[in-house]
């Protein structure tokens, strides 16, 4: 979607390494998440933000942190990197809430080996 | 705890028949419902969805359906088509409470649909 990219499309890191995952929108939305989708779980929700500045944690934060120093860009970290966090990670994007549905990059395939 | 839950983790069908997908969901303060379809390598993207006080809700060839009482809901398709084959994600959120105001999704069902 042309409103929102994520980068890098794909990654293969060590385990212990930092990562660190972009997500970029040109829509100004106010609400930026991002998930991480694996087999038999589904997309479960890491962290999101309702403004700059302005974040919290999700179902399965551990290991992971985010930033927001600007309203088009959410960063997702990951502090110390472990098998268990390879999975496939997408950003969406919100005008205002759920009931305007999320629009979602294409995704961040990340491999910890 | 899985608050939304998909049970069948894939389902055949043949072309211009009809699709159901169900899901069902465990957490009484959802009140709206989404499902996401996803394509390999893309992002999922929004289908339909429903608010908690209607119980149907049509676009086209997809409705949807949500019967309350039973915590359940079912995306129909119909008729189904070869590029509907993909993966379908109910989703839900809550106007209050720890679910305000995020998506919960379940795990997916994988539909594929034959000529």
């Known amino acids: 979607d042309a409103g929102i990219t994520q980068s890098p499309r794909h990654k293969v890191t060590e385990t212990g390494t930092p990562v660190t995952l972009r997500c970029h929108q040109t829509e100004n939305h106010r609400y930026m998440y991002w998930y991480r989708q694996d087999p038999g779980h589904g997309l479960r929700l890491i962290h999101y933000?309702?403004?700059?500045?302005?974040?919290d944690k999700g179902e399965v934060s551990d290991g992971y942190s985010v930033s927001r120093s600007k309203t088009e860009d959410f960063l997702l970290t990951l502090e110390s990197a472990t098998s268990s966090q390879t999975s496939v990670y997408f950003c969406?994007?919100?005008?205002?809430?759920?009931?305007?549905?999320?629009?979602f990059g294409s995704g961040t395939r990340l491999t910890v080996v | 705890d899985q608050q939304v839950k998909q049970n069948s983790p894939s389902l055949s069908v043949q072309e211009g028949r009809i699709s159901i997908l169900n899901c069902d969901y465990t957490n009484s303060m959802f009140d709206y419902f989404l499902w996401y379809k996803k394509y390999p390598a893309e992002g999922p993207t929004f289908l339909i969805s429903i608010s908690s006080i209607k119980d149907k809700n049509e676009d086209g060839r997809f409705t949807v359906f949500l019967n309350k009482s039973a915590k359940h809901l079912s995306l129909h398709i119909v008729p189904s088509q070869p590029g509907d084959s993909a993966v379908y994600f109910c989703?839900?959120?809550?106007?209050?409470?720890?679910?305000?105001?995020?998506?919960?999704f379940g795990q997916g069902t994988i539909l594929t649909v034959h000529p």
């Open positions: 989703a839900a959120s809550a106007q209050s409470g720890t679910s305000y105001g995020k998506l919960t």
């Open positions: 933000s309702y403004g700059v500045k302005d974040t």
């Open positions: 969406a994007i919100s005008q205002a809430g759920v009931r305007y549905g999320y629009t």
